[in-house]
């Protein structure tokens, strides 16, 4: 199974950015799986930013991110995606994507003026 994410970048406070996690592997069924992003800060534990439900139907969020992020997912192209507005400095991570034991490599998004 590989989860590929990409999407991160530089920005400045108050932008946006989407982040796109792709899932492919010959044994590895999209809708086993509730889909996850994580984020991860040198010398912090990787904390959860949002998750999404195998049917897309429930998403939870970290108190952080509620009302900024939006978590969503397309079943027919095996996709997740995590659309970050109002981006502040403290959402400066690297963002990881998640299917049960599974993980993607990283993209790291930095917000800086």
């Known amino acids: 199974v590989q989860l590929q994410a990409s999407g991160g970048g530089l920005v400045q406070p108050g932008s946006s950015l989407t982040l796109s996690c792709t899932a492919s592997?010959?044994?590895?069924?999209?809708?086993?799986?509730?889909m996850g992003w994580f984020r991860q800060v040198p010398g912090k534990e990787r904390e959860l930013v949002a998750d999404?439900?195998?049917?897309?139907?429930?998403?939870n969020y970290a108190d952080s991110v509620k009302g900024r992020f939006t978590i969503s997912r397309d079943n027919t192209k095996n996709i997740a995606w995590l659309q970050m507005n109002s981006l502040k400095p403290e959402d400066t991570a690297v963002y990881y994507c998640?299917?049960?034991?599974?993980w993607g490599q990283g993209t790291l998004v930095t917000v800086s003026s």
């Open positions: 998640n299917a049960g034991s599974n």
């Open positions: 999404i439900s195998w049917s897309g139907g429930i998403a």
């Open positions: 592997g010959g044994d590895f069924t999209f809708t086993d799986y509730s």
